[in-house]
């Protein structure tokens, strides 16, 4: 890949966490998400992924998630005994795959990561024994947004009510490098729940979401065919969750917290997006905005609420919130609230989080370099919208994007000694690199 003063592109990597297929602007949503919107306009929407701390296991490995060590999610293995001490299960990023970061760290990268990691809760498994350099990490897969876990007697932690926007290390100034390119993962724990953002966002979405799941699903299915994101012709598979009573029968207060979540929900979103367009800023201050290659995803499908919910907490999940948290319409969104919401608004798929089904892998993603708008006379066409994507294939394409920097990695001890970054699917054109089918290491054939 061709860079600018052919310098060696930069990486950002962003994840949203629990972000629905047709929950960004740009993918069908009636949520502003305009930084995004501006990303996919100049580069190329791609549709599905995994769940979870599997997915950032791929993500970081280019491996199987089930060789990387995180066959499923670190709670569910904890409640399946059948699965303890068992390969492939280990719960944590194991030593047998090379990490994306510490093969870009080897090759003169300075790597990066801010936000949630869960790939293991140990200080060996750690992001900084992972190849970055710099990390500022939420170790398990969620938390309270304002810091709050009395469950936990901890109450506030005073350090994070308000973090200033300085840059300090040891009580001194410190800058990114400029003598090195970078390598930097922004995975947000938003919005997962609990569904917790500022009042000012919230109710941006007073009233948009008062009739309803169901009448947002048929909006969003509306919408994603205008896109041409789904054919015409697509009929959306039944809603399968847990029963829920008709939204007309439901009390005025049933539905004024339904839809309170919501727009708490779709606040989270919009805040999301507010923080990417302040680090896209931030890049074209520094002048690295046309030199840096950035992928935009959601780790899996809508969640499925209280489904979802259980491994977290146990069966006692709904004690806990009764007990500390107050969810009272008033105030929903605050840090000592507790809620969340169900996939019933995403369409046109089956099922959610947790599930292999399109409903649970099919998801929002944004590939954006620059230098492809300008190959292409300042627009991209309607036809690099494509429905192949893994986290294998994007850790993939980062490495090959570092252009004759790809050749020494292939020689890199740690590429030699594990296992390494693979190829697993057509690149956009549909094509095979190399010429090795998929599945042939593994002795399977795959058209």
Known sequence: MST??????????????????????????????????????????MTDSAACSPTRAMLLSGTDNHIA??????EQKEH???????????????LRVAALPEVLQDNGYHTLLSGKWHLGLKPEYNPDKRGFDRSFA???????????????????????????????????????PTDKPFFAFLP???????????????????????????????????????????????????????????WSTLTDEERELSARAMETFAGMVEKMDENIGKLLKYLERIGEADN?????????????????????????????????YDNSIENIGEHNSFVWYGPRRIAPSRLYKMYSTEGGIKVPMILSYLPWTKARGGEIPAYSIRANS??????????????????????????????????????????????????????????
């Not at 947004?145 to 009510?161: A, R, S, V």
């Not at 917790?196 to 009739?211: A, E, I, M, P, T």
């Not at 057509?426 to 090795?436: A, I, W």
């Open 69 to 74: 060590g995180v066959g499923v999610m670190s």
């Open 390 to 447: 893994s986290e294998v294939e994007t850790s993939r394409k980062c490495a090959e994007s570092l252009g004759s920097t790809f050749s020494r990695m292939k020689g890199d001890p740690k590429m030699r000694q594990r296992q390494s970054i693979q190829q697993m699917i057509p690149r956009l054109d549909g094509s095979f690199l190399g010429g090795q089918p998929c599945g042939k290491r593994t002795g399977k054939s795959f058209t």
């Open 138 to 176: 939420l170790l398990p897969g969620c938390s309270n947004h304002y810091g709050w876990e009395p469950q936990f007697g901890d109450g506030m932690i005073k350090h994070f009510e308000r973090i200033p926007p300085l840059y300090t290390e040891d009580g001194k100034l410190v800058d990114l």
């Open 80 to 94: 399946d005994l059948a699965r303890w001490d068992v390969p492939g299960h280990e719960g944590y990023l194991n």
């Open 188 to 246: 947000f724990a938003a919005p997962h729940w609990p569904l917790q953002v500022d009042k000012l966002y919230r109710d941006r979405y007073k009233g948009v979401y008062n009739d309803g799941p169901e009448a947002l699903r048929l909006r969003r299915l509306a919408r994603l065919k205008d896109l041409g994101l789904i054919a015409q012709d697509v009929i959306p598979h039944e809603v399968v969750a847990p029963p829920e009573t008709e």
């Open 4 to 45: 600018p003063n052919n310098k060696r592109p930069n990486f950002l990597l962003i994840v949203a966490d629990d972000l629905g297929f047709s929950d960004v602007g740009c993918f069908g949503s009636e949520i502003r998400t305009p930084n995004l919107d501006k990303l996919a306009s100049s580069g190329i929407r």
């Open 292 to 324: 840096t290659f950035i992928i935009f995803q959601s780790d899996n499908g809508a969640e499925g609420a209280s489904y979802e919910a259980a491994p977290t907490m146990g069966n006692s999940i709904m004690d806990v919130v009764n007990r500390f």
